[in-house]
C-alpha cells in the first residue's frame, strides 16, 4: 500500500498549458464568428460578401473531403460515436475514481478539451451555416415583390401548380403497386445537380460550385419516428436525405438540403429555391416532385384561409393518381406518430427560432408567400407552360 501511494505521489501532473491554449484559441475563433454574425445581421451585404467569398470556398473544400465517403458521416458518428464516447466517459470516471492522485488537475484538463471541441463545432456551425442566415432576401435576387395577397391569387397559384401536377403525373412510370419510382440513390446522386445547373443558368442567385453529395441515411425507416425527411449538417456541410419515405417526395427533399449546401439557410427560401430547382429538372420525376411540393403549401394556406375555395380546387386539381401519391404518404407518417415526433418538432421550432426565424416550424410555410410572388411574374408563365398538355 505504501509503495502504491508512493508512485501515485510521483505521477506527473497532467499538462494544462496546452489543453489551456486549445481552449483560449476556440473562444477566441468562436468569438470573431459571433461578432462577425452580429454584423451581419446588422448589414446583410456584409453576409452576401462572406456567402461568396468565404463560405463558398470553404464548402467546396469540406464537400471535397466528405464526399470521398459513399456513407453519411452523420450517421456514422452518431451510430458509432455516440457509444464511443459514452465508453470513454464512463473509463474516464473509473479512472477518477481509482486513481486520487492530481484527480481535479485531470479534470480540468479534460473539461478544457471538451469545452475546446463543443466550441470548435460550434465555430463549424457558425462558418458553414449560421452567417447565412443573415444574407439579403432571395426575393431581392430574383426581383419578385413578396407582399399580403388577395386570396384569389392564393387560389388561383393552388390552381395552376395543381394542374401542372396533374398533367406531369399522369406520365410517370409506376411500379407493380402503382407507385412512383423515384431510383436508386445512386441515380439520385447522378441526377441531383442536372436541375440546380439549369436554375443557375437561368437564375444567377442560384448559381453555385458547391457540390455536396447527398447521402441516404441507411436507418432512415427509425429516422421517420422524428418526421425528419431530411437534415443538413453544417460542421461538414453534408445533405442527410431519408429514402423511406415516399419515393415521389425524396427529390424535393434532397433539393432542399443541397439548397443549404449552396448557402441558403432560412427555410422559407430554401424551399422556394429548391422547389424552382425541381420545376427546370430535365427529369418529370424531379418535377413533379417540386409541383407536389409546392401544391401542398399552397393547399395548407388555402384550406385554413377559405375552406370552401380549398374544396372546390381540390377537387378541380387532385387526380386519383395525385389522390393515391397523398394517401400512401398520409398511411405512411400515420405509422409514425409518436411523442418522439413531438419532441423533434420542439426541438427544430427552438433551434429555428434560435436563429432569428421568429416563426420557427412555421417559417416553412413562408415558402407560400414566395411561390405566390413569383407566381404573377412572366418568368413562371414560362416555366410552368412546359407543364400543360
Known amino acids: 500500500m505504501q509503495n502504491k501511494k508512493h508512485s501515485d505521489s510521483n505521477r506527473p501532473k497532467p499538462h494544462l498549458r496546452r489543453s489551456l491554449i486549445f481552449f483560449l484559441v476556440a473562444v477566441f475563433l468562436t468569438s470573431v464568428l459571433l461578432i462577425l454574425r452580429a454584423i451581419a445581421f446588422n448589414n446583410s451585404n456584409v ?126 412510370p409506376e411500379d407493380g403497386d402503382g407507385n412512383i419510382y423515384a431510383g436508386t440513390i445512386k441515380e439520385l446522386q447522378q441526377e441531383a445537380y442536372l436541375g440546380w445547373d439549369l436554375a443557375g443558368e437561368r437564375w444567377s442567385a442560384l448559381s453555385s460550385p458547391i457540390r455536396s453529395k447527398p447521402k441516404a441515411v441507411l436507418l432512415s425507416r427509425y429516422w421517420s419516428y422524428t418526421k425528419i425527411v431530411g437534415m443538413y449538417v453544417p460542421m461538414w456541410v453534408e445533405a442527410n436525405i431519408n429514402i423511406d419515405q415516399p419515393d415521389f417526395m425524396i427529390p424535393a427533399t434532397i433539393a432542399h438540403e443541397l439548397a443549404h449546401t449552396r448557402g441558403f439557410a432560412r427555410e422559407n427560401e430554401t424551399d422556394f429555391v429548391a422547389l424552382l430547382s425541381c420545376f427546370v429538372h430535365p427529369d418529370p420525376v424531379w418535377q413533379y416532385s417540386g409541383l407536389i411540393s409546392a401544391w401542398k403549401d399552397l393547399s395548407r394556406r388555402l384550406a385554413l384561409e377559405d375552406r370552401e375555395r380549398w374544396s372546390a380546387v381540390y377537387a378541380e386539381t387532385v387526380t386519383d393518381l395525385i389522390a393515391q401519391d397523398l394517401n400512401n404518404e398520409s398511411i405512411y407518417w400515420k405509422a409514425y406518430e409518436t411523442p418522439i415526433a413531438e419532441v423533434s418538432t420542439q426541438i427544430n421550432d427552438s433551434y429555428l427560432r434560435a436563429n432569428r426565424e421568429e416563426d420557427g416550424v412555421k417559417s416553412y410555410g413562408g415558402v407560400v408567400d414566395l411561390l405566390l410572388a413569383w407566381y404573377e411574374t412572366e418568368d413562371a408563365a414560362t416555366v410552368l407552360a412546359a407543364f400543360q398538355p
Not at 109 to 125: P, W
Not at 141 to 147: G, R
Open 47 to 172: 453576409a452576401d460578401f462572406y456567402t461568396a467569398k468565404i463560405f463558398t470556398p470553404l464548402a467546396r473544400v469540406v464537400t471535397g473531403l466528405t464526399g470521398l465517403l459513399p456513407l453519411s458521416l452523420t450517421e456514422i458518428l452518431v451510430v458509432l460515436g455516440v457509444p464511443a464516447l459514452l465508453a470513454l466517459l464512463v473509463f474516464a470516471i473509473v479512472r477518477l475514481i481509482r486513481n486520487k492522485s492530481q484527480r481535479w488537475r485531470r479534470v480540468l484538463r479534460g473539461s478544457l478539451i471538451l469545452a475546446s471541441v463543443a466550441l470548435i463545432m460550434f465555430s463549424l456551425f457558425l462558418a458553414l451555416l449560421g452567417i447565412n442566415y443573415a444574407r439579403s432576401p432571395v426575393a431581392d435576387a430574383l426581383e419578385i415583390d413578396v407582399k399580403d395577397r388577395p386570396i384569389e391569387e392564393l387560389e388561383r397559384a393552388m390552381r395552376g401548380f395543381g394542374l401542372a401536377a396533374a398533367n406531369v403525373r399522369a406520365k410517370l
